[in-house]
């Protein structure tokens, strides 16, 4: 009996540990911080693993991200960089061919208006984020600011990690964008589409911004979240594995002279599809998963099981 209880021990205290130890991990970032306090306290009153990228010359910028801090939410620099589309430039947006010292003003400043943020994602980008030699004297810049970068992908062959290496910068990505569409039903598919890749991959990151449909979700979806799922920081995954998917680059915007390519989403006039990203990787976290459920369910542990139950049992 002493052998047996040994045994059924070890398998217990085996399965406890198993399912904490691999749950996926999900961060969500609304970003846009700024311009809207109304809708932007609703996000502060969720979680405080929620977290926020404010844009530096928002008018509400250091309220936000100092009330955001004050609530435990994790901040981040939201800081404008030049996209392929031909549109107006936000004030400080970030270019190419800018000099270092120029990048490096951008980001000193941002970093003022911003306090305690700890990361800085690009608010569109396309054209910034494909030039590695761009991208180099970012990383440069944020490595004296000691802030990681959060690259929300908005091409595929974005350069942030090739550029980080050799800098002590930290690259993580965007996996999911909540709000292509302010659709409800289309943020829910997009929000589980975020929870399956965190239980494949053993993290996701989710990017939304706070639009009053979004919020709605969120407030429905965050306090229901399976219990595999473990909503976390971004900062929590820095030491998460990163996929690099990016081609060698000359430093220089992609030519402007590529074809168009059918709309990705003709409903809403999108002009240029987004490169398609290679498949995601199945990390070893998510066979430990599985082999961990598999143990659960089998006939021998459920056999322990029983027989644990019946221990206290007076009449055995």
């Known amino acids: 009996m002493l052998q047996f209880r040994r045994i059924a021990f070890a398998v217990a205290g085996t ?3 198993a399912s904490p ?17 109304q809708t932007e306290n609703q996000v502060l009153a969720l979680p405080a693993t929620i977290s926020v990228a ?26 404008p960089m030049a996209p392929l589309s031909k549109q107006p430039l936000e004030k400080d947006t970030l270019r190419p061919e800018m000099s270092s010292d120029e990048i490096e ?45 959060l690259d929300s992908v908005t091409i595929g062959n974005t350069q942030a990690m090739r550029a980080a290496q050799g800098t002590g ?17 289309d943020i829910r598919v997009q929000f589980n589409r975020a929870i399956a890749l965190a239980r494949r991959n053993g993290s996701a990151i989710a990017i939304g911004h706070p639009h009053p449909t979004t ?21 929590n995954l820095l030491n998460e594995p990163q996929v690099d998917t990016s081609r060698p680059d000359s430093g220089l915007p992609p030519s402007k ?20 990203h290679p498949p995601e990787p199945v990390y070893a976290s998510r066979f430990f998963s599985i082999l961990s459920e598999s143990i659960r369910q089998s006939p021998l542990v459920q056999y322990y099981q029983l027989k644990w139950q019946g221990w206290d049992n007076p009449t055995n």
Do not use: W
């Open 15 to 17: 399965l406890a540990m």
């Open 215 to 235: 919020v709605r979700v969120l407030q429905q979806m965050v306090y229901n979240l399976p219990p595999d799922i473990t909503l976390v920081r971004p900062s």
């Open 54 to 79: 404010v844009l530096p010359n928002a008018p509400h910028a250091r309220e936000m991200a100092t009330k955001a801090h004050n609530l435990g939410h994790e901040v981040l620099i939201h800081l």
């Open 169 to 185: 910068v930290k690259v993580i990505k965007r996996k999911v964008f909540l709000d292509d569409t302010q659709n409800e039903a």
């Open 257 to 276: 002279t590529t074809p168009p390519t059918s709309p990705r989403n003709p409903f809403r006039g999108v002009k240029f599809c987004k490169p398609k």
């Open 21 to 37: 130890a691999f749950a996926g991990k999900l961060s969500i970032v609304i970003d846009d911080f700024g311009y809207r306090p």
């Open 105 to 149: 003003r951008i980001i000193r400043d941002a970093y003022g208006k911003v306090p305690y943020a700890v990361g800085l994602n690009n608010h569109m980008g396309s054209a910034m984020t494909s030039s590695l030699f761009g991208m180099q004297k970012v990383m440069q810049a944020l490595e004296r600011y000691n802030l990681y970068f």
